[in-house]
């Protein structure tokens, strides 16, 4: 059983920085990539960042230059770097781990860019 647990999220002024952590259950290095996806209230959920097994990075064009994911195998979790926060950042974030064709899904972390 894969567990993906969020952490990190708050209430931020825009401009600010945040870090979410996703922490796994076992070893990250079993899964081909992982992720964070974005969900605002009444829209679908995007992607916002992927990092694969062996480091490679891709971000949407929106967060490109502002956010940088990060793994560290040690401690079993990937990181999102949020800088220069926007209120149309503003959604529940999601951690999401992929093995095979198995989605895994964290339980979300709630991100408000907001003065």
């Given at each position: 059983q894969v567990q993906l647990v969020e952490?990190?999220?708050g209430l931020v002024q825009p401009g600010g920085s945040l870090r979410l952590s996703c922490a796994a259950s076992?070893?990250?290095s079993r899964f081909t990539n992982m992720g964070w996806y974005l969900q605002a209230p009444g829209k679908q959920r995007d992607?916002?960042?992927l990092i694969t097994n062996g480091g490679?990075?891709?971000y949407a064009d929106s967060v490109k230059g502002r956010f940088t994911i990060s793994r560290d195998n040690a401690k079993n979790t990937v990181y999102l770097q949020m800088n220069s926060l926007k209120p149309e950042d503003t959604a529940v974030y999601y951690c999401r781990a992929r093995k095979g064709l198995t989605n895994y899904w964290g339980q979300g972390t709630q991100v408000t860019v907001s003065s």
């Open positions: 952490s990190g999220g076992g070893s990250i992607m916002v960042a490679t990075t891709n």
